[in-house]
């Protein structure tokens, strides 16, 4: 057994990690759709968004307590309730059903509706640094339970300062699990091989560095890890695991400027989670704004921002995706038993599985246990580029800016059409006109279109590949595929 491995197995255990009392991240707000319900999944429960009638953003289990038909199929009525849409009835905001039509009078309705069995059940939400939090747990007592934690929010978004510049959320659904996503995270030795081109060089990049522990490793606050950075520009790197969700990952360049990453990842379901990140940029004293992550943190669009995201998470998404199935089949008693972890470049993956065994129960607790299931392998694995139900569907960002593409490559490939008609139409009548004179036995400059018909043609073929280009960028918004093979 090597020192990173006696290191880890040697902390000592104190009180179980509760998966289900903790704040999850699970929407940015602003991305959100309020004219209906937004379907969600958060521990293996499926669950619905929906703004009510306050403008406050709630969560139900997303099942009717009437027959259980999903809540997420309803709609958001102009009362500012939520309407079932299997027989209609319809509930406010704190759970309360309201109204149910096909009871015999208004006074039996009331009784109904009394009913602690009428309700929906309830999850506390929150809004903070613009994303939409839920609690692991619903009822009354969860209530009460979540009030007395905070989110794991990014203290430097709290400054108000000029310092600090936030770039853009973005949200995606991943194949694989919160352990492997924060494994991945907690893991900067593969950032310049997988990324090869986007963030470093495969080949001169992947060098020897140690990760000291800076902060040991804690229950309930997590640990953190140093990196032993050769890059003469970065004078400190910190990881900073901070369960259920949070890896915020700090460099401090030696201008006194500073990067966070804020990655956070929430477990939706077996084989999946639901990864929350942005940049934060802190200037220096002489308010100069360092670097980001790679072109990521140039002035941009969000959904420009969205899209280009697939570039950076597609290039390891395959790797986390065929682990996690690889380890599920073996079964190893320990997860030290199926690896082979020999450089430092490992203690904190190795801290990270560690913590996941010793503190926190050996895993995430699905809601259904033993009746939710893992996914198999996808043994096409052009399926797990898929952006669109990952993505897309769910980001009213994206959803407008592809259909202005859309419409922007109809009248492109319209007006390419309608001007090689007006070339055609200039290269007639040039030609009648020959054929006139022809005819009268007049001299004429050869045979070749006049010079308008040229422009014209010019300007179809401009529109032309304009609508193709415009085609060819907008399925970034549905499916982008990558191979390492080909990442030159």
């Known amino acids: ?66 027959r259980l038909a999903p809540l997420s199929e309803g709609r958001v009525e102009a009362d500012g309730t939520l309407l079932c849409a299997y027989h209609a009835w319809r509930f406010e905001g704190t759970g309360k059903c309201v109204r149910i039509p096909q009871a015999k009078d208004a006074a039996t309705e009331s009784q109904i509706c009394a009913n602690v069995k009428a309700c929906a059940k309830v999850y506390p939400t929150q809004e903070q640094q613009g994303l939409l939090w839920v609690w692991g747990e619903s009822g009354s007592d969860a209530l009460i339970e979540s009030q007395s934690r905070q989110p794991r929010t990014i203290s430097e978004l709290e400054t108000n300062s000029d310092q600090v510049v936030k770039l853009f959320w973005n949200i995606r659904d991943l194949p694989y699990g919160w352990d492997f996503f924060m494994e991945n995270v907690a893991d900067p030795a593969h950032v310049p091989v997988s990324h090869h ?71 939706t379901r077996p084989g999946w989670c639901r990864h929350i990140g942005c940049q934060i940029l802190v200037k220096n004293n002489e308010g100069r704004t360092p670097k980001g992550l790679a072109f990521f943190a140039l002035p941009m669009p969000t959904w420009l921002g969205h899209v280009l995201a697939s570039l950076f998470l597609h290039q390891d998404l395959v790797f ?39 503190r926190a129960g050996g895993g995430v607790p699905w809601f259904g246990g033993s009746n939710l299931m893992y996914p198999p392998p996808q043994q096409d694995k052009r399926q797990l580029f898929d952006v669109w139900t990952t993505h897309t569907q769910h980001c009213t960002v994206c959803q407008k800016a592809v259909s202005r593409i859309e419409r922007l490559k109809v009248l492109s490939y319209v ?48 529109f032309g590949t304009t609508g193709y280009l415009l085609q060819r960028f907008s399925r970034l918004f549905y499916v982008y595929e990558f191979d390492h093979a080909q990442n030159h």
């Not at 038993?337 to 904190?348: E, F, G, L, R, S």
């Open 1 to 66: 057994m090597n020192d990173y491995t006696e290191q880890s197995l040697s902390v000592n255990t104190d009180d179980i990690f509760q998966w289900t009392k903790q704040w999850y991240p699970i929407a940015v707000v602003d991305f959100l759709d309020p004219s209906h319900p937004n379907k969600v999944q958060l521990l293996g429960q499926d669950l619905v968004l929906w703004k009510d009638g306050t403008g406050q953003w709630r969560c139900f289990e997303d099942a009717c307590p009437h």
């Open 320 to 358: 986390l995706h065929y682990q996690e199935k690889t380890l599920l089949m073996q079964q190893p008693e320990k997860w030290l038993d199926a690896v082979y972890t020999p450089n430092p470049q490992d203690k904190m993956v190795i801290t990270l599985r560690q913590w996941l065994l010793k």
């Open 197 to 267: 081109g986007l963030v470093g060089n495969r080949y001169r990049d992947a060098q020897y560095y140690d990760m000291p522990r800076i902060r040991e490793i804690s229950t309930q606050e997590g640990f953190a890890f140093g990196v032993t950075t050769t890059n003469p520009t970065i004078i400190n790197a910190v990881h900073d695991f901070q369960p259920p969700c949070l890896m915020k990952i700090s460099s401090t360049f030696t201008d006194g400027g500073q990067l966070i990453l804020a990655l956070y990842a929430t477990p």
């Open 415 to 462: 007006g390419a059409m309608l001007l090689l008609l007006v070339a055609l139409m200039v290269d007639a009548r040039a030609l009648s006109v020959q054929a006139v004179l022809m005819r009268a036995g007049e001299s004429f400059l050869g045979i070749w279109p006049p010079v308008l018909f040229w422009v014209f043609l010019g300007l179809a073929a401009t």
